[in-house]
């Protein structure tokens, strides 16, 4: 009875979480970056859900140091996010996914807009098995892949009892539960999926939206599935990190490129981000990374803008806010949250790309002293 | 001297004849009332019109097939709409098989003279506060407490008594057709209820009268002369609920378990036409599955207008044989 009504707060800890910080201490510090004030603005952004309560804390923390400056992001999803940004209704955009080709030419070409990645993500395989600790079901790629297309139907399954002899896993149906709404979880999850199994690249593909084989359920959002993984024997589904984390479920240890059992964690992100030194909005991929800490299902958030600002106090303000994001300053509120910091290589390059923003030609970033 | 006294009543000046202003009161209201009625016709077209045109991409590629397309495959661009008619069909009509006796039962004890009468005033309120409900609330309610109930309970105990019926067969999961329209009966129970308790309150005493005094028992008199008197509005009640379920978005996104699928089976999964629109249309990127999920939002309108056009045939087929009213 407990566990059920355990997830109820789900909703309840993310506002939490959310809204400054409250629930997890956090407070803005005044050391750390010292670039010139940014000039009055109101900024407003809008797109993907999975990054949102990083944005939302960090935002705060920039009003709270910046008074003058006043960031705006609704969650609308990656979708929206991108079609207000080509509309230019908002000044920013959120995104899980880069802009695919149709996407870029709608916005005016790959030159128009700046795509940087802000945050990392990683995911877990949450279950909900009786008696069975967290991490200590263990996973291969085959099996997750066999799990989701509905060829390993039942948990005593052979492939599954192979891997993992020393658990007694019970004589019942498998519920795969995966999410109904389009999401860049899903893109990163099916990715993975795509990666290291043929047969769901060629049975199902990758994409936000993917036309699930018919076995499980399917349930909105990150914490519709987490809610009906934990309520429903035998379920398992794929969900953020965070959200395991904040509700205590049991997550499985899953098999990395190199062969070793992970258990999904920040430092596994960052340890599979640093297997790339460089991403592009084209080539962006960091699942199955090699590294012996990786962790397998990884993925960026991405925020993208236009490369030539109307409006040099706006364009200045927001070369400044994402500048700041990407530092440590502005990474430890996401690190509070269960995401991951950006590897040091990635910033570097975001800071080569956010110096390519520029009004009128000249460019705005003004960097620390 | 007599004083003369027309008879003729006259008109006051500014309504003399050739004198005509436009401050006319008749005319003014006359104009007005129509405004307001064009004015719902336009909203209605301006709707249709804004879904058919994005729609259009969708329309065009896939034709008429899109309606009994089972593939929703938005990786490669098959879309079809079957699983979701499907899927609005059963749970709409599960709902209504559930709500309409126990709605009609309870609009009867709230209208009709009865030994409990006493059960009329928490009854109705009951109801009322049931219609208040918002749909998230009762969603989330049926998310933590009806569902793990209906897997773990009712459904078992379905399979087990009813399990030769193809209905009650296949493993029970807790998010399912079932659930949906267990979830959907209550939410438009408040409606029955209200609406046909107020029919049948209208319904002549004298007539109830008289067929008690011919001998006929209470069940004789409301199932005779009663609901045959009361059965165009209690139509009309059970086609507002009926619209309420079938477009019902939130609750039912909530318990269906969003898988695209045709069976006979009420504890499979399901996917209904509201629940795809609200769970894909902010990340569906592109003309193409814009447009499909839009052309599932043409289709969504075109069931409620073939459920009205069915609705009133039945009045007018009701109209037709309608007793006699004194």
Request: charged content about 15%; some cysteine; hydrophobic content about 50%.
């Amino acid at each position: 009875m407990t566990k059920r009504f355990l997830a109820i707060p789900i909703a309840a800890a993310f506002l939490l979480a959310a809204c400054g910080g409250g629930a997890t201490g956090v407070s803005p510090t005044a050391t750390g970056a010292t670039f010139p004030a940014p000039p009055a603005a109101t900024l407003t952004g809008a797109g993907a859900t999975f990054p949102y309560p990083f944005y939302s804390a960090a935002f705060y923390a920039f009003n709270q140091k910046w008074n003058q400056v006043k960031v705006n992001y609704q969650s609308i999803g990656s979708g929206g996010g991108i079609k207000a940004l080509t509309q230019k209704t908002v000044d920013f955009g959120a995104s899980d996914v880069p802009l695919n080709p149709k996407e870029t030419t709608d916005i005016g070409g790959a030159d128009a807009v700046v795509q940087i990645p802000v945050i990392l993500g990683t995911e877990s395989l949450a279950y909900n098995l009786d008696g069975i600790q967290t991490g200590a079901l263990k996973l291969t790629p085959d099996l997750i892949a066999g799990i989701f297309l509905g060829t390993i139907k039942k948990w005593n399954d052979p492939a599954l009892v192979a891997k993992n002899s020393g658990l007694n896993l019970p004589n019942s149906a498998i519920t795969p539960v995966h999410r109904s709404d389009g999401s860049g979880t899903t893109y990163i999850f099916t990715d993975y999926l795509s990666t290291v199994s043929a047969d769901w690249k060629a049975k199902v593909g990758k994409g936000k939206s993917v036309s699930w084989p018919a076995v499980g359920q399917g349930a909105k959002g990150n914490e519709g599935v987490a809610t009906t993984v934990k309520q429903t024997p035998g379920a398992i589904g794929y969900v953020e990190l965070a959200y395991v984390m904040q509700t205590q479920m049991s997550q499985a240890s899953l098999q990395n490129a190199d062969g070793i059992f992970v258990i999904p964690s920040p430092e596994g992100a960052t340890a599979a981000a640093k297997s790339r030194t460089t991403v592009t909005p084209t080539d962006f991929s960091i699942v199955n990374a090699p590294g012996k800490d990786s962790a397998p299902i990884t993925g960026y958030s991405w925020a993208m803008m236009y490369k030539d600002q109307p409006d040099k106090d706006k364009g200045t303000a927001l070369t400044d806010l994402f500048y700041w994001l990407i530092s440590d300053e502005g990474q430890q509120y996401g690190v509070d949250l269960h995401y991951a910091k950006l590897p040091a290589d990635i910033v570097k390059a975001n800071i080569a790309t956010l110096k390519t923003v520029s009004f009128q030609g000249k460019g705005l970033l003004a960097l620390p002293t | 001297m007599s004083v003369q006294t027309s008879s003729v009543v006259t008109a006051p000046p500014f309504l003399e004849k050739g004198r005509r202003r436009w401050f006319d009161g008749d005319r003014i209201f006359q104009g007005l009332a129509s405004g307001a009625a064009i004015a719902i016709f336009v909203i209605a077209a301006i709707f249709l019109v804004a879904l058919i045109i994005p729609a259009w991409p969708s329309v065009t590629r896939f034709g008429l097939s899109f309606l009994v397309n089972r593939e929703w495959n938005p990786v490669n661009s098959h879309f079809g709409a079957l699983p979701f008619l499907y899927g609005t069909v059963v749970v709409s009509l599960i709902a209504m098989v559930i709500a309409f006796p126990i709605g009609l039962g309870a609009a009867l004890v709230l209208a009709q003279p009865t030994r409990y009468g006493f059960i009329r005033a928490p009854l109705s309120f009951g109801v009322e506060l049931l219609a208040g409900i918002p749909s998230v609330v009762i969603g989330l309610w049926a998310l933590f407490i009806l569902v793990p109930v209906m897997r773990q309970v009712v459904e078992p105990f379905l399979a087990h008594t009813l399990g030769f019926l193809p209905f009650f067969q296949g493993t029970p999961s807790g998010a399912s057709f079932l659930t949906a329209g267990v979830v959907l009966a209550i939410m438009v129970l408040p409606i029955l209820v209200a609406l046909s308790r107020d029919v049948i309150i209208a319904v002549p005493a004298e007539l109830r009268e008289a067929s008690v005094a011919l001998g006929a028992t209470k069940a004789e008199t409301i199932w005779q002369v009663v609901l045959p008197y009361a059965r165009v509005g209690i139509t009309g009640a059970v086609l507002l609920a009926l619209g309420r379920a079938i477009g019902e978005t939130i609750a039912v996104t909530m318990v269906i378990g969003n898988r695209p699928e045709i069976t006979a089976s009420l504890f499979s999964p399901g996917y209904t036409l509201p629940s795809v629109l609200a769970n894909e249309f902010a990340e569906a990127v592109g003309p193409l599955y814009q447009g499909a999920l839009l052309e599932l939002g043409l289709v969504l309108v075109l069931i409620t207008i073939a459920v009205n056009v069915l609705a009133r045939l039945l009045i007018w087929s009701f109209r037709r044989t309608e007793p006699v009213a004194t």
